[in-house]
Structure formats: structure tokens, C-alpha cells
């Protein structure tokens, strides 16, 4: 349920982007889709539903969701107000080397490092484990901020869009099985010492 709330705005902004130059109208009042002003319009919108629908379900928010909704009104509010479509389109970039930053930097503060303190009460590795794997999440983001701007400059806005979508979910996958093949051995080893201790 989490992960579809948090799908929801990114496809969202993709199909209303699609329908650019389309009115809707009802009696009196007329509307026509502007392309990524109104995508990112209605993304935001759905980033603040979604919010309230997290808070409202399990009545708590974590940080990493409410540093994304922040950074999609943020972004979004300079895109709509300047009426330039760069400020949402370096939001991806911005909050990934943001999360990079977070992740490379917790190695050196504290005994444990971020992926240790997020996971770290669900399952037991050896630090070099956690580290490795901390860093495997801080190269993720810092490798899928610079592929943002890549794609922005170099491709046009209907490329980008439809890349912002198809890569939060591909990138989401690549870094979850990356991350599993890190901690499986691990995990299996776990396993094996429980039942023989049985």
C-alpha cells in the first residue's frame, strides 16, 4: 500500500503531460492542459493527498517521504510560478545527491551508518556488510541525479518525462536486487545457524 501511494504522483504527472493541449470543459468554465505546468501542478497536489493519506493510515511519516514532498512543492512551486520547467526538472537531481550526500556522510558521524540505521532493527549484518551496502545506496543516488540531468539537457521534455517515470521504477528495482545479492549470502547464513541451533 505504501509503495503504490508513492507511485501514484510521478504516473500521475506522466499521464496528465500527455494530454497537453487538451480543454476540458463543464458549462461555463474551460480548461487547457499546459504540458509540464499543469503535470506538475497535479503532482503536487497528488504529493499532498498522498501525505495526508500516509498520516492518516499508519500515523506516522517517514523522513525520507516527507524530504521528497517537500522538494516536489518546492521545485514545483518556483516551476509554476517562473513559468520554467527546469526547476522540476533538476528536483530528481537535487534530492538524489541530497540522499547521496545523507548516505556517504553517515559513514563518518556516529557508529552506524544510514542504511544500518534505517534497517538495522530488521535484520543483523556485519559492519563491513552495512558499509558496503551504505555506499552501494550513496553511488545509486549520486549515479541517478547525474543521469537526470543527462536526460534533461540532452533529450526533449516528452524523453524526460517519460523517462522520470519508467526510471523510478527501474532504478527502484536495479538498487533492490543489487542490494539483495549484497546482504543474501548473509541473510541465508542467518538462516542456516537458527535451524541448526534447533
Not at 1 to 24: C, H, N, R, S, W
Not at 116 to 144: C, D, K
Not at 165 to 180: E, N, R
Request: glycine share 6%; charged share 15%.
Amino acid at each position: 500500500m505504501k509503495q503504490l501511494l508513492e507511485f501514484i504522483p510521478i504516473a500521475l504527472f506522466f499521464i496528465v503531460y500527455q494530454m497537453d493541449g487538451k480543454t476540458i470543459a463543464w458549462q461555463d468554465w474551460a480548461y487547457t492542459f499546459d504540458g509540464i505546468f499543469t503535470a506538475t501542478g497535479v503532482m503536487m497536489a497528488a504529493t499532498i493527498v498522498q501525505v495526508t493519506l500516509t498520516w492518516v493510515l499508519t500515523r506516522k511519516l517517514d523522513k525520507r517521504l516527507f524530504w521528497t514532498s517537500a522538494a516536489v512543492i518546492v521545485f514545483g512551486s518556483a516551476t509554476l510560478l517562473l513559468h520554467n520547467n527546469l526547476f522540476i526538472q533538476w528536483k530528481p537531481s537535487v534530492f538524489n545527491w541530497a540522499m547521496a550526500l545523507v548516505f556517504a556522510g553517515s559513514t563518518f558521524v556516529g557508529k552506524r551508518n544510514m542504511l544500518e540505521r534505517l534497517m538495522g532493527s530488521q535484520i543483523n549484518l556485519p559492519a563491513r556488510v552495512w558499509m558496503r551496502t551504505n555506499w552501494l545506496w550513496a553511488a545509486h543516488f549520486s549515479v541517478v541525479g547525474c543521469l537526470n540531468l543527462i536526460v534533461a539537457y540532452n533529450y526533449s521534455e516528452a524523453t524526460w518525462v517519460s523517462y522520470k517515470l519508467y526510471s523510478s521504477i527501474g532504478f527502484t528495482l536495479v538498487l533492490m536486487v543489487l542490494t539483495a545479492m549484497f546482504i543474501g549470502p548473509y541473510l541465508k547464513e542467518q538462516t542456516v545457524s537458527k535451524d541448526t541451533e534447533q
